[in-house]
C-alpha cells in the first residue's frame, strides 16, 4: 500500500507537481478537430489541472492558451 505522500506524488498533474512534469513531456488530446469546425471555432477544456482555451483562426491554424487568473 502507498502511502498518502507517494499517492500523491504519483496521482496529481497539476503544475510543479513531479506527475504533472512528467506529463508535459509528452502530447496529450484536449479535443478533437471537429469539435472546432463551428461558426466560432472556440473551446474551454481542463488538462492537467489547468484552465485551457482551443480555438482555430481566421486562417485555419489551430492555438491553445491557458487562461490567466
Same mark, same amino acid.
Given at each position: 500500500m502507498?502511502?498518502?505522500?507517494k499517492n500523491k506524488s504519483i496521482a496529481e498533474t497539476?503544475?510543479?507537481?513531479?506527475?504533472?512534469? @512528467?506529463? *508535459?513531456?509528452?502530447?496529450?488530446?484536449?479535443?478533437l478537430v471537429e469539435e472546432l469546425d463551428t461558426f466560432r471555432p472556440v473551446k474551454r477544456a481542463r488538462?492537467?489541472?489547468?484552465?485551457l482555451? @482551443?480555438? *482555430?483562426?481566421p486562417a485555419g491554424r489551430y492555438g491553445l492558451m491557458t487562461i490567466a487568473r
Open positions: 502507498l502511502t498518502a505522500e497539476g503544475r510543479g507537481t513531479p506527475c504533472g512534469a @512528467l506529463m *508535459r513531456r509528452y502530447w496529450q488530446p484536449a479535443a488538462l492537467l489541472g489547468e484552465d482555451v @482551443l480555438f *482555430r483562426d
